[in-house]
């Protein structure tokens, strides 16, 4: 999140005036790239994926953030854009096994974005960041300046 708001110096009088604003940053960011990849589950029937037959049993591996990039879904999905009310990702997983901290997570990382634009004034990102990882990503290093 703090990686592509940066980015965006243009956004930051909107992130600090609304905390409805806040709340589509968090969303957005979710949506854009969430931290986890990977899902293990076991098959319980035999099952055809996309032509592809999987019996009962089986140990398999869902990516569901892919569907946050979904282009039917959601317009020129590789761009974090503040306008995008992206309502449908699915970055705390599916069904019943939704993440049980999807809510606090929220919470979080909408104070974390009000506590650090307002408190580190024209925070900004002084060298380029890169998301890397598998299964948890995120970008391992996020340099930045402020003035004092
Ligand atoms: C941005 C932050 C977070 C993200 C992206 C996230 C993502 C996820 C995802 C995708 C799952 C589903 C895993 C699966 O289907 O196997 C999950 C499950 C879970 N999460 Fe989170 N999570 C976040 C924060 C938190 C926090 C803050 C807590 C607790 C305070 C939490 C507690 C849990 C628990 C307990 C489950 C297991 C739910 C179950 O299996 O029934 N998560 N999370």
């Given at each position: 999140m703090m990686m592509a708001v940066l980015d965006q110096p243009a956004i930051h009088p909107r992130l600090l005036a609304h905390a409805e604003?806040?709340?589509w940053a968090v969303e957005e960011s979710l949506r854009w790239s969430a931290a986890t990849t990977s899902e293990p589950r076991m098959t319980?029937?035999?099952?055809i994926v996309s032509g592809v037959e999987i019996p009962?049993?089986?140990v398999v591996s869902l990516c569901?953030?892919?569907?946050?990039r979904d282009p039917s879904v959601f317009t020129d999905p590789d761009r974090w854009d503040l306008d995008r009310r992206p309502?449908?990702?699915?970055?705390?997983?599916?069904g019943p096994h939704l993440c049980l901290g999807a809510f606090l997570a929220r919470e979080e990382l909408a104070v974390a974005l009000e506590v650090l634009l307002r408190r580190l004034p024209?925070?900004?990102l002084s060298r380029?960041?890169?998301?890397?990882?598998?299964?948890l990503r995120g970008p391992r290093s996020?340099?930045?300046?402020w003035d004092t």
């Open positions: 604003e806040r709340k319980l029937k035999d099952v009962a049993g089986e569901p953030p892919i569907g946050n309502g449908e990702h699915v970055a705390f997983g599916l024209n925070l900004r380029p960041a890169v998301i890397t990882g598998a299964m996020l340099w930045v300046q």
